[in-house]
């Protein structure tokens, strides 16, 4: 598609809109970027654009009827469902998202992991292979940046390795990834989906276009429809996959391959997502043997299951990453001693009641907090001790630790979004940390 000259509306002003609309820019667009944000808040993103002579229009100006353009591109942050974008679909305005954008640009083959939890460090992993192997690649997407943000490098690329979200696979056309990767599907997004019929629906967006020279590596515990594309399986809780786990080791197709006690990487969600990263790998052509070797040293991100410290007895585990019922499970299996577990945040329309017995199983107490605190207490409490720290970080660090006994784990696995109490995940989990870090010891040699 040519841009030059064509002037083009880019809705939400975060990273995947900044990175399209200069993305557009440098493709001889006239473009101006719409953010419902007060002009306060955007003005030092409005000063940034500027100089690469791109206007912004915040708060009511955003979205003006008076602005005329060719087309729109809608950040993935951006609900369609919101008045922002509304007014340029009735005024008949064609609508692109920036994933679509950015791939109708990529000059190199993509593999696209999607799936509800594990695609920041199945990404990761993904991109840290490929470099130990010779592959030219690098990260991006909903991992950050932003495709459009990388996909000038495309032409000096082997593969350009994304991680997508079901709100960045809503509006593609023709995104066709050669390896497309699916990690699992568990409740999240109902802030934003009616159903989880929808939400799975935008996700199985990204085997819409493959076809049967294309790969898709998948979790065999995902029920999917009848896919074009060949297929690789894996699963660290079922066999009958290509890739299964036996005695603690990654087995491919019958054959050991890849030891756990050789990564860093503990609980068997990060199985998978190794298993899925070896799945790339044979889809590629790599050789297994080097490849898995090449994930032995990696370690996880901060905020997914990060052992923080150890006071007088009792491991405390930072997994503010954990967004929805699906990553509490997870983060409660990989634990072999008993828990206390901080859990709540934003109420996103989830239930917790399938967590119930599990909770009561594993944990000694839960600690709970945030808008959802309230219908948690009232589910957990009757099977474990339950308490209430309200909308108070530092009250659920400290109840937490006067439930705990020494040989214990503190586990914070809020299970939903942070956006109640704290900016972002990396807020909430940097909070927690500190904390820790300045809780009292009553036995120093109990301490680490």
Known sequence: MTY???SIAVLGAGESGQSAARLLRRLGAEVTVHDGASADQLDA????????????????????????CDMAVLSPGIDPAVELVQGFVRRGIPLLGE??????????????????????????????????????????????PAFSGRVGESGKLDVMTLEVSSFQLEAVETFRPRIAVWLGFAADHLDRYATMEEYFAAKLRVFERQTEEDWAVVNLRTALPALKARTLRFSAYEAGGDF??????????????????DTQLRGLH?????????????????????????????????????????????????DSKGTNPDSVEKALLSETRRVVLIAGGKDKGFEY?????????????????????GRIE??????????????????????????ALPGDVV?????????????????RGNQFRALVQALPTLHPLHTS
């Open 353 to 373: 009641d399938a967590l119930t017995d599990l909770v009561a199983e594993r944990c000694r107490a839960a600690v709970v907090l945030g808008e959802m605190a």
């Open 4 to 6: 030059t000259g064509k």
């Open 411 to 427: 586990l914070f696995s809020p299970g939903t979004s942070s956006f109640d109490m704290f900016k972002n995940y990396a807020d």
């Open 270 to 318: 990060n199985v998978e997502n190794l298993m899925a990263a070896l799945g790339v790998a044979a889809a590629w052509g790599l050789d297994l043997g080097a490849a898995a070797r090449s994930l032995c040293d990696y370690r996880a991100l901060p905020h997914r299951c990060e052992p923080v410290r150890t006071v007088d007895g009792v491991e405390w585990v930072n």
């Open 99 to 144: 994933l679509e954008l950015a791939v109708r640009e990529c000059c190199c083959p993509v593999v696209a992991i999607t799936g509800t939890n594990g695609k920041t460090t199945t990404t990761q992993l993904v991109e840290r292979m490929f470099t130990e192997c010779g592959v030219r690649t690098v990260a991006a997407g909903n991992i950050g």
């Open 45 to 68: 993103v409005c000063s940034a654009l500027a100089v690469d002579g791109i206007r912004l229009l915040a708060g009511p100006e955003a979205g003006s009827p008076g602005e005329t």
């Open 378 to 403: 009232a589910l957990w409490g009757a099977r474990l001790p339950c308490h209430n720290a309200g909308r108070s970080l530092e009250r659920a660090v400290t109840l937490a630790q006067s439930s």
């Open 244 to 261: 299964e786990l036996r005695d603690g080791c990654i087995h491919f197709r019958g054959e050991p391959l890849l030891r756990m006690a």
